[in-house]
Nanobody, 122 residues
Framework: QVQLVESGGGLVQAGGSLRLSCSTSGRIFSSYTMGWFRQAPGKEREFVATINWSGERTYFADSVKGRFAISKDNAENTVYLQMNSLKAEDTAVYYC???????????????WGQGTQVTVSS
């Protein structure tokens, strides 16, 4: 049973920052691609960012490039999504994902967290 436990969502003003965390087992953390998707009300889930198993390769959606960063903490088996310069359009439920070969399409990921709400007030 793969568990992805997210935390760190909340309410922030436009221009502010939040950091999301996603913790999992060592087996998953050390061998799977992990990342984040988000879903706003009335919209489909969209890709946000990924990081490969070694942490050497990251990839971002154009909408967040330059504002968001993704990283891994090997000691804590945790992936972080640092979100800066937040905009109202970043408001969504953010989901942590993991898969051995995940890319930028939601259907490529077998494992999903429960989601954490991020609300950016304008």
């Amino acid at each position: 049973q793969v568990q992805l436990v997210e935390s760190g969502g909340g309410l922030v003003q436009a221009g502010g920052s939040l950091r999301l965390s996603c913790s999992t087992s060592g087996r998953i953390f050390s061998s799977y691609t992990m990342g984040w998707f988000r879903q706003a009300p009335g919209k489909e889930r969209e890709f946000v960012a990924t990081i490969n198993w070694s942490g050497e390769r990251t990839y971002f959606a154009d909408s967040v490039k330059g504002r968001f960063a993704i990283s891994k903490d090997n000691a804590e088996n945790t992936v972080y999504l640092q979100m800066n310069s937040l905009k109202a359009e970043d408001t969504a439920v953010y989901y942590c994902v993991a898969d051995p070969h995940g890319g930028v399409v939601a259907g490529e990921y077998d494992y999903w967290g429960q989601g954490t709400q991020v609300t950016v007030s304008s």
